[in-house]
């Protein structure tokens, strides 16, 4: 089957099927986006899934919490014997370095835990007797996916490991920390995790650097900030939670994150305001065109329709306004809700 198969949000899959779509148009090749609202998924069906999977890097997508290489779709599977033609689907497929059981994060696709759970432990031995399944260091294999829609109907599919998300259903499972102000602190620790590289996490936030949290109350993710050890400006109306105004690391300004500017430049900034994004991306974009901060993670919350439409004209609006080379990624978290989160950084010299 050739094509690809990216898991979203629920109820996002038409921004996910549109993104798919354009994006490939714009690297040239044909192709059609098949999905069900609010099945958390889209297939894109095309001739050449191995050259368009190289030309939209995962990276790239927006909307995709996981990309994956389709193998086969998996129809009328009969509950006593699963495995066979799953095997049989695989064969003339090079060997896996790990099997990797999912599901729809859906209100239908969570109760397929269980079976995806089971099915796994049953199919890896039976994978590794075919000797598709290998005992080496999975990282430098092709990663097999099995994606159950039903009880009876199943995706197999591949994912490299440096163009993929590395967690299951491309969540990363992040606990809520007791002393979190709110649960938006989730929010920025995995833009962290998943926007920056691991040597980024390392060289652009460190000890001593300085940040602005713009609509800051309650605190949350000036919270995280103050966790990695910067000092922060909290500029904001609203309070904020006490213990965070404890850690002697935070100053609160009370006054309109939009007005407020640096008195000199600052490492970073970060925003999470309730706002139109056309305004936050223009506001965003004012700060990089000053020089107000070198790097920045903001949120751009969206309309409820056309919202593949409404990112790309946010995303070009900041890149225009910015007017600087910029390194620009976004992604929908799973901690976000309607909304995408935007990581900006000065654009690394060839």
Known sequence: MNGLLAYCRQGFEPELAGELTDRAAQAGFAGYARTERDSGYVTFICDDADALSRAIPFSHLIFARQKLRLLAELRGLNPSDRIAPMLEALQGQPRFGELVMEYPDSDAGKPLAGLARSLG??????????????????????RLHVFLVEGDHAFLASSHPADSAPWPLGIPRLKMHKDAPSRSALKLEEAL????????????????????????????WTWVLTRNRLRVTSVDNGPLRQHVLDTGMVTHLRADGFAWQPPHPL????????????????????WLREGWCRHAIFNLKLPMKKRWQETQLCLDLFAQQADKPLTIRAKQLYHDREEITVFITPLKAP
């Open 121 to 142: 432990n049953a199919l890896r031995p039976a994978l590794r007797k075919a000797n598709l399944l290998t005992s080496q260091d999975s990282t430098r294999f092709p």
């Open 193 to 220: 995790l998943v926007l920056l590289s691991n040597d980024e996490r390392q060289n652009l936030l460190k000890e001593g650097m300085v940040a602005a949290d713009l609509g800051a109350a309650p605190g949350g």
């Open 267 to 286: 490492d970073w900034m970060v925003c999470d305001m309730v706002e139109q994004p056309r305004r936050v991306a223009e506001r965003m974009a004012s």
